[in-house]
């Protein structure tokens, strides 16, 4: 078995770490304006945000909808005269990131994260209840179904906090309000104590929870022993396990990352060197089954999923995504290169979206890059004879999100196996690759999208997420449903029992001889 010895973790302080030192947004043309001049910091910045959305998204290459958003903005201009603190102002323009519906494009809101309320609640439309805590004085709450919250109908705040919080679709925002819920500062966002929470059980019975200190923070799982379980998460990036008498690989892949994606950190496997090196073993292990298991997963860099796609399907005829981008200041301060690119032979021109497959660096070298791979670059397989030949099984959940969702969606439009578990976190199609900028006076770092990226099958009908084959209850108390269902389904003994009760094999042998 080969382990990534590398927390995911590490992977979110290496973001945080780069976005310490995002580049400020500022544009000549805004900060020349009346408004600009006239304004205070928050209107001030809120122009300049609302040019970098205009300028930048590609939602906003419409005209129409750039209109919508100058509307929206002299609303928020009027607004933002009345503030009084930074806080607020994030709060304004995190309402007007979630009206996108795009995960990708939001807002920084958070000063303090170092205070928390130590329970968790899975939401699930409007209801919710206890999954985890951190101390035995609370394990009685565990599995307890919450009505409200410090008075409020449950329904009411999640309704609160869903004009705040930028996600795909509900899956993706319950996702993430579920970790939300637990930071203190986040309650003052929806205009509630940071002090205390006073829960509301269905049975009527209320609790006050008090907030701890985050680096004290000791989750106590609803059962003891889910940590045992074949598909427990992993501390890593990816990781397999092959268990020989069932004829199953299970690899665990948690994070787009890599030692190619993150260069800094030589200890890192490569996930292309990793990925050959599971499938001799499954060849020459016999296994007919692989689960692929991103339930959570929230993406990364979207290449690692080629990578292993190519061992599932003849790579060059794989029907891939479409993928627009829109050129910006902000794209090119981000990425230099792009003001090299050329399209049908002329300049990139500022604002526009491009089909990015269609620029003329990748219409002329694209053979030329498959075949001169070197170590910056993941390698893919072009052997067809080492394509993965049995069935493969990919689990999804809520967790599953942006190059996740890549992934799940390519293998359902070019009929890669099946999907197994709860619906994604993320849509088919979708907005992403993000970039950062800062607001220069109230230092307000935001987040957007440059792309967009649309289905290999674009009649299929345009949905929030990427429903399951087979339904399975991922995170369930009692049972690991997921692993249950894969052995009974695809081990190597359901698959002898199914053949000892189907004797329509014996049809040519036994009931029509002379066939033979």
Not at 167 to 187: G, H, P, Q, S
Request: proline fraction near 3%.
């Amino acid at each position: 078995m080969k382990k990534m010895l590398f927390t995911l973790f590490t992977v979110l302080a290496v973001t945080t770490l780069s976005a310490q030192n995002i580049a400020e947004y500022h544009s000549s043309e805004v900060e020349a304006t009346k408004e600009y001049q006239a304004g205070n910091a928050y209107q001030q910045d809120l122009l300049l945000y609302a040019d970098m959305l205009a300028t930048t998204h590609p939602y906003y290459a419409d005209a129409k909808h750039r209109k919508e958003l100058s509307r929206e903005v002299r609303k928020s201009y009027k607004e933002c005269a009345t503030l009084s603190d930074v806080a607020s102002f994030k709060l304004l323009l995190a309402r007007l990131a979630a009206k996108l519906g795009d995960g990708h494009t939001a807002i920084s809101y958070w000063s303090n994260m170092e205070m928390i309320f130590p329970v968790r609640m899975a939401i699930n439309g409007n209801k919710s209840a206890i999954i985890d805590v951190t101390s035995q004085e609370h394990r009685a709450l565990l599995g307890k179904s919450v009505t409200h919250i410090g008075g409020r109908p449950l329904k009411e705040i999640l309704a609160q906090a869903r004009k705040i919080v930028s996600a795909d679709n509900d899956i993706n925002f319950e996702n993430l309000v579920k970790d939300y819920l637990m930071f203190t500062e986040f309650w003052s966002f929806l205009d509630m104590s940071q002090e205390q929470l006073t829960l509301t059980l269905a049975d009527g019975t209320t609790v006050d929870i008090e907030p701890i200190q985050r680096n004290t923070l000791r989750i106590a799982q609803l059962q003891s022993d889910t940590s045992n379980r074949t598909t427990a998460k992993r501390n890593v990036l990816f990781d397999y396990s092959i268990f020989d008498e069932e004829g199953i690989c299970y690899l665990q892949f948690n994070q787009f990352a890599d030692r190619v994606t993150l260069p800094q950190y030589k200890q890192l496997a490569r996930f292309d060197t990793f990925i050959e090196e599971m499938m001799a073993e499954i060849e020459a292990k016999g296994v007919k089954t692989l689960v692929v298991d991103l339930q959570y997963n929230g993406g990364g860099n979207s290449m690692l999923g080629d990578v292993l796609l190519s061992w599932l399907y003849p790579i060059e005829e794989l029907k891939r995504y479409g993928v627009d981008v829109r050129t910006s200041e902000l794209l090119y301060s981000t990425y230099p290169y792009y003001r090299e690119f050329t399209y049908d032979g002329k300049p990139l021109e500022l604002g526009r979206v491009y089909d990015m497959w269609r620029f003329d660096h990748n219409r002329v070298s694209d053979a030329d890059t498959e075949s001169q791979q070197d170590s910056t670059r993941h390698i893919l397989n072009h052997d067809a004879e080492r394509i993965f030949r049995g069935d493969v099984i990919f689990v999804e959940g809520k967790e599953s999100f942006s190059s996740a969702t890549l992934l799940l969606t390519l293998a359902r439009d070019n009929g890669i196996g099946i999907i197994v578990g709860e619906p994604s976190g993320g849509k088919p199609s979708h907005y992403g690759d993000l970039l950062y900028c800062m607001l220069p006076n109230t230092k307000t770092v935001a987040t957007v999208s440059h792309k967009h990226f649309v289905r290999p099958d674009r009649e299929a009908r345009s949905s929030d997420y990427i429903a399951p084959d087979v339904a399975i209850e991922l995170r369930n108390a009692e049972r690991d449903m997921l692993w249950e269902w894969v052995v009974r389904n695809y081990g190597k003994q359901r698959k002898a029992d199914a053949k000892s009760e189907d004797d329509s094999y014996l049809w040519d042998t036994i009931y029509r001889p002379a066939m033979n």
